[in-house]
T-cell receptor, first 113, second 112 residues
């Protein structure tokens, strides 16, 4: 069974440029999470989806960040415009029906110059 | 708001040693607690999940315990191996919410 897939794995952009990350969860998992992980820290939740509905986006900086999961399967996280402080690893995870065990993808490592 | 703390931040041990990683949380109204492993440049892998009704959970050489009343969990690794070298993170729900709050992790190095 394929795990959570994320792309790209690495991205380097200049500040003020837009960037997008893609995530495909494990087949059949209706709950999808986007996390941000800074160096030496644990992941912090940005947004959680139940199917196509964003049920917890209180930590998402809505002035520059947006996310969508139009068909309730794969998801895209966008930053526009990117700032230097956005350099981090962006992790996607999924779980079955909101059950506790979350399965993580390898992450996208973003560097903003 | 749930806060999760892990001590120590880093640990280096010789191969074969038994070790304990510590995790503390501020909001004891949790329904479970999870331990994850993260290898450099990789995502997180779930190791153990302890339900609030359980006191411990075991998988191979790993044993995790949970004491809700004191707000603590420990991860015990028996007979450590160099392949156990990784960062170990614990995560607890935010007082009943489904959002997980992670600790900063303990970076473990097992020396051959």
């Amino acid at each position: 069974e394929a795990g959570v897939v994320q792309s790209p794995r690495y991205k380097i952009i200049e500040k003020k440029q837009p960037v997008a990350f893609w995530c495909n969860p494990i087949s059949g998992h209706n709950t999808l999470y986007w996390y941000l992980q800074n160096l030496g820290q644990g992941p912090e939740l940005l947004i959680r989806y139940e199917n196509e509905e964003a049920v917890d986006d209180s930590q998402l900086p809505k002035d520059r960040f947006s996310a969508e999961r139009l068909k309730g399967v794969d998801s895209t996280l966008k930053i526009q415009p990117a700032e230097l402080g956005d350099s981090a690893v962006y992790l996607c995870a999924s779980s079955l029906n909101g059950q506790e065990t979350q399965y993580f993808g390898p992450g996208t490592r973003l560097l903003v110059l | 708001k749930q806060e999760v703390t892990q001590i120590p931040a880093a640990l280096s041990v010789p191969e074969g040693e038994n070790l304990v990683l510590n995790c503390s949380f501020t909001d004891s109204a949790i329904y479970n607690l999870q331990w994850f492993r993260q290898d450099p440049g990789k995502g997180l892998t779930s190791l153990l999940l302890i339900q609030s009704s359980q006191r411990e959970q075991t998988s191979g050489r790993l044993n995790a315990s949970l004491d809700k009343s004191s707000g603590r969990s420990t991860l015990y690794i028996a007979a450590s191996q160099p392949g156990d070298s990784a960062t170990y993170l614990c995560a607890a729900p935010g007082g009943g919410a489904r959002q997980l709050t992670f600790g900063s992790g303990t970076q473990l190095t097992v020396l051959p």
